[in-house]
């Protein structure tokens, strides 16, 4: 559970092991919390509004978040409704592929190229939401680090709600 | 008496913040993709958070594999509340124990010592796979 008061958007990939989509969703918001906008963002398991305790439940009652989900099921926006609250946005990768009319992403494991351009775009978008959920106005090039800059949760370890390797 | 082999769930963690959570669905992948293809499902986390009909339909119906990334045993948990009556719990963090030399980093991309402890915990579940998949023939198999 971030325990930063500062307002930061939460973001909620679905990470669905079962599509290529999945990986999708889950890199793209890696790529927005580790390059995009790492002082803005923070994730949150999925899992852990059921199988947790409530804090991050109440993260996402007190931030706005934003879901990303790989298929039209959409796990990760009904789930944060249900267990949280409504997600000030919610993206959805099969729509922005059709909309941008990339290819099909494919490998669950390793991305073909048409899932990593599909990883680009959705990092892309989300940051663009991140930015107006914060009521921030800025275009992704600007964000600090750049997309370039190495991974910081891991370092630091106060981003993550699961915190699945502090006791390793 | 014809003995009718059913197939193996595997549920990963979904933890996407730190490498062992990104070791848990590796070998998950490993299982299911490489090792026992045929008799495996890999089942998404995240229908089993939204209570989806057909997914909780089949981790009741089969023996299941829940892989933990961390303590907070998210997969394990939503596998028994989904009515998974068989279900086999492996803990990345038990692996870690017993291959200390394996320090998993890097959550997008995995370390050589992270793909390396996916690719040992897979090995190590075959046998509880094999175990579960077999009808009537799980016993010795270490439920949670």
Known sequence: ?168 | MTRTKQRVVVVPCSGIGKALGSVSREAAYELCENLRPHVTELVALSKLVMGDNASRETVARNPCVAIDGCQRSCASKLVKQSGGMRTHTARVLDALRRHKGLKAEGIAELNDAGQKLARVMAEELVETVDALGASGAAKGATYA
Do not use: W
Request: with cysteine; charged share 25%.
């Open chain 1, 1 to 168: 559970m971030p325990e930063d008061p500062e307002r930061k958007a939460g973001i909620i990939a679905c990470s669905g092991e079962e599509l290529a989509e999945g990986t999708v969703s889950r890199l793209a918001a890696l790529k927005v919390l580790d390059s995009l906008r790492p002082h803005d963002t923070v994730t949150l398991c999925l899992p852990l509004f059921v199988a947790g305790g409530s804090e991050d439940r109440t993260f996402a009652r007190l931030h706005p978040t934003i879901t990303v989900d790989g298929c039209d099921l959409r796990c990760a926006a009904r789930a944060t409704e249900l267990y949280s609250n409504k997600p000030a946005v919610s993206l959805v990768v099969n729509e922005l592929v059709a909309e941008r009319q990339l290819g099909k992403p494919e490998g669950r494991r390793q991305l073909n190229d048409a899932g990593k351009q599909a990883v680009e775009v959705t990092a892309e978008r989300l940051a663009e939401l991140v930015d107006t959920v914060l009521g921030q106005a800025r275009p992704v090039s600007d964000a600090a680090g750049g997309a370039g800059a190495p991974a910081q949760r891991e370092k630091g370890g106060g981003n993550c709600a699961c915190r699945s390797g502090s006791a390793a």
